[in-house]
């Protein structure tokens, strides 16, 4: 039998935990993306971000490694896998507690999760609290009719980074499944203000004299 501390009293530590956590400023990631469906795309990325300036690098598509990444430069662009952002609060919603879930050597809580203010276009409907940090380690969520997913995160040196998304989305040609996997955290103190830069092209040779 595991044992499972009060439902009250993980979620006023899990409201403490969120509230006090520090998110990167500035690090790099690489990620898989997945797709089947409708269209079927396996890409590579590498991400290098410091605030809202964020660099993509496309390293392979359908395995095949690319000689020169391609690249694209974003500046004020949200980053949307924060768990300070996906993480949802008592202030939105209420919490009902489904019940422990053993996790290798410790336990996790899982709780159903409605939204106080219902919306018909997104809304979080489970969250599983870490029972060491008191943080989010998975949340799944509905994005209207047809839709649902799934965030997953993790420790990753200091801080706490999503590991995966899942999405599927009931499309008139059938059902589309989307998975992003994240690994290869890296947080340097800061990055070259050339990383985000925009790319300049290849240099092409001078047209021969006409013979």
Known sequence: MIAAAPPPAIVARYESAVAAL???RTFTVEFTLEQSGNRTVDQTHRIFRVAGDERDETLAVNGTKAVRPSVRIFHGRPYRYAATKL?????????????????????????????????????????????????????????????????????SDRYWVATSANASAKTPGGTTHERLTFTNWKFPKTLPKSTFAAAKPLPTSAPLPPG
């Open 22 to 24: 520090n998110e990167p």
């Open 87 to 155: 993480a949802p609060r008592t202030a939105q919603y209420a919490f009902t507690f489904l019940g422990p879930r053993k996790n290798g050597h410790h336990v996790d809580y899982v709780f159903r999760v409605e939204p106080k203010v219902p919306s018909a276009r997104f809304a979080f409907t489970q969250v599983e609290i870490d029972g060491i940090t008191y943080l989010p380690s998975a949340v799944t969520f509905s994005g209207g009719p047809g839709t649902t997913g799934s965030v997953t995160f993790a420790k």
